[in-house]
């Protein structure tokens, strides 16, 4: 990018939220995924009036734009892969409105999702959306990626809580698709557009969010079993039961060295599988929910199954589940993350053809994630520095994608395709759909200045 450029965007922002230094470069060229593509410019943006200038600067002189939340994607989302401008976003920080009468909060894209969470429940509210990121992810990169987490299975993921949106597209102009209402069908459903489309379509400025009542009780149960065949069987059963937790997690053995390694929170590690089951409601129905989940368990197999009622013993068990991540990358020097998603009744023979690649392919590989939703993290693990081990890591993904599909699942449940999974996405969804997405992306952003190299 030439000087003269460089300083048109700087006059747009100002010094202070400039910056094309080696450090801030380097800093802003990775994600979650350790991939590395270096910015020509790192810029922050503070309010939409900036992000309309920026846009159209960079449409006119044909710049990419990579917009940027906390940069925790797990596919590569937001690394600038041909230079251009790393967009952040986590300056638009502010919760707009807690509109309490109407269920409604209205923010700015680089609020972190957990403050959005703790402000709400001080109202009595609930936003239920909570990757395991959510101490760090903005709600602009939730949008984007549709992230998902543990209570999916009873609340959705993000995209069910979307109701309208502020966007900025590509060639400047601003969109407000939906709005604060829930029902609302006038015209396509941009919102839902928007929702997964991994920054490739416009930068979003601002979020109208659904919330909920906070439910009144919570109860969380520990689970350990003696193999993970029986861990998986009781999340069939409990699915089958009629019993809807708020969530229901899977670690195997691996995940429950690594976390104790990490976190020494008292985890059997001579276990072969530990479910986390919370349900969440009125006291009343979660003693009784509580005592039929337990008693499940039990005749599933479990060594124990015991109740985490006190806030911070919780509080502790989640922690621990979502250390998972961090702890497992503790166990190598590298490894390939995916997050296939099958139908949760396909969970076990998921996890039996994971074991087969595993020991064919003489590979670690380490599950875990939301079991309630057919979600499950596999973590392949590899050593760059022996030779021929990351290619058997890869091609052991790849076998992993295709075990998923055939068990009518996906590619991705909830990272999203980016750079990552980009030469998968046709084998899951046919080439005349990728056409369609192409051609959508042209209509939204005619000269692929939006976050090119994505998906596609
Ligand atoms: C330890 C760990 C645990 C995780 N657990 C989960 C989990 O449980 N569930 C889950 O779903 N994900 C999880 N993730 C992945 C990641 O946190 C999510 O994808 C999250 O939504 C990304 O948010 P972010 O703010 O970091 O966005 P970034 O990583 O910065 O960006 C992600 C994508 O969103 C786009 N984007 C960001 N902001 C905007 C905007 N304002 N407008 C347009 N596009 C934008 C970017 O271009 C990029 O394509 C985890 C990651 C880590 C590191």
């Given at each position: ?57 960079a449409?006119?002189?044909r ?13 590569g ?35 972190v ?57 590509g ?47 919570k109860t ?38 690594a ?15 530990v ?8 006291a ?17 197999g ?30 190598a ?14 969970i ?22 939301h ?18 081990m ?6 052991a ?21 980016g750079?990552?999974?980009a ?15 192409r ?15 994505k998906?596609?």
């Amino acid at each position: 990018m030439d000087n003269n450029l460089k300083k048109e965007f700087k006059s747009i922002v100002g010094s202070r939220n400039y910056s094309d230094g080696e450090a801030e470069r380097f800093c802003y060229s990775y994600d979650a995924t350790r991939l590395q593509y270096r910015p020509d410019i790192v810029i922050f943006a503070e309010n939409t009036e900036q992000v309309v200038r920026i846009a159209k600067l960079a449409n006119e002189n044909r710049i990419p734009l990579f917009p940027r939340g906390a940069g925790s994607g797990f596919s590569g989302g937001s690394l600038p892969v041909k230079g251009g401008v790393a967009l952040c976003l986590t300056k638009m920080n502010r919760i707009k409105e807690i509109d309490v009468a109407n269920l409604v909060a209205t923010v700015e894209p680089g609020v972190v999702n957990a403050d959005l969470r703790r402000a709400v429940e001080a109202r009595g509210l609930f936003y239920p959306p909570d990757p395991a990121s959510l101490e760090f992810s903005t709600i602009g990169g939730n949008v984007a990626e549709c992230a998902g987490g543990p209570t999916c299975i009873k609340y959705g993921v993000t995209r069910s809580y979307i109701l309208g949106l502020e966007v900025v597209l590509g060639t400047g102009d601003v969109i407000r698709p939906g709005g604060v209402l829930v029902k609302n069908v006038a015209g396509y459903d941009l919102v839902r557009l928007f929702c997964g489309s991994e920054g490739t379509l416009g930068i979003i400025t601002e979020i109208n969010l659904r919330l909920i009542p906070l439910p009144e009780g919570k109860t969380t149960i520990m689970a350990i079993f003696p193999s993970v065949e029986q861990a998986a069987k009781t999340v069939a059963r409990t699915v089958q039961s009629r019993i809807l937790p708020a969530a229901l997690e899977f670690m195997d053995a691996t995940c429950i060295m690594a976390v104790e390694r990490y976190k020494k929170i008292g985890l059997p590690t001579d276990a072969g599988a530990v479910l986390i089951i919370e349900a969440d409601g009125p006291a009343r129905v979660l003693a009784a929910q509580r005592e039929r989940i337990e008693s499940l368990c039990r005749e599933c197999g479990a060594i124990s199954a015991a109740s985490a009622d006190d806030e911070k013993e919780r509080e502790n068990l989640w922690q621990a589940r979502r250390a998972i991540s961090s702890a497992v990358s503790s166990l190598a020097p590298r490894k390939v993350n995916e997050d296939v998603a099958v139908p949760p009744a396909q969970i076990p023979e998921l996890l039996r053809r994971i074991d087969i690649v595993a020991k064919e392919m003489d590979l670690v590989i380490a599950n875990f994630g939301h079991a309630g939703d057919g979600n499950i993290h596999v973590n392949i693990l590899y050593d760059p520095d022996v030779q021929g081990m990351q290619k058997r890591a890869e091609d052991a993904a790849e076998r992993v994608f295709d075990i998923a599909l055939e068990l009518n699942g996906t590619i991705t449940g909830e990272h999203g395709v980016g750079i990552t999974k980009a030469d998968f996405l046709e084998k899951q969804i046919g080439r005349k759909q990728v056409e369609l997405m192409r051609a959508l992306k042209g209509v939204f952003d005619p000269n692929n200045i939006m976050n090119p190299g994505k998906i596609f």
